[in-house]
Nanobody, 114 residues
Framework: QVQLVESGGGLVQPGGSLRVSCTASGFTVHSFSSYIMYWYRQAPGKQRDLVAQ???????TYADSVKGRFTISRDNGKNTVSLQMNSLKPEDTAVYYC?????WGRGTQVTVSS
């Protein structure tokens, strides 16, 4: 079973930057490079929403709320997918989850506050 582990969350002031990463392990049939990977987020009392996704070939898609501020990337050699978040706003505060290969990480908290 594939395992996903997020890292890199924390507290940042509005306008600041943060990078969260997800490391995948446990591949048995197909490699990490074969899968679309996703970042979701869930704020308190709200549903879990898709933030960004990246295809095996590197094509990216973003939610309108983060376009131009967030960048998703992947390193297939290291089985990692990352989300660079710039110009952060208080409304970006949420638990950020990595998803792919029918698995979810446990999430990492991102708090944007002065």
């Amino acid at each position: 079973q594939v395992q996903l582990v997020e890292s890199g969350g924390g507290l940042v002031q509005p306008g600041g930057s943060l990078r969260v990463s997800c490391t995948a392990s446990g591949f048995t049939v197909h490699s990490f490079s074969s899968y679309i990977m996703y970042w979701y987020r869930q704020a308190p009392g709200k549903q879990r929403d898709l933030v960004a996704q990246i295809s095996p070939g590197g094509k990216t898609t973003y939610a309108d709320s983060v376009k131009g501020r967030f960048t998703i990337s992947r390193d297939n050699g290291k089985n990692t997918v990352s989300l660079q978040m710039n110009s952060l706003k208080p409304e970006d505060t949420a638990v950020y989850y990595c998803h792919g290969v029918a698995s979810w990480g446990r999430g990492t908290q991102v708090t944007v506050s002065s």
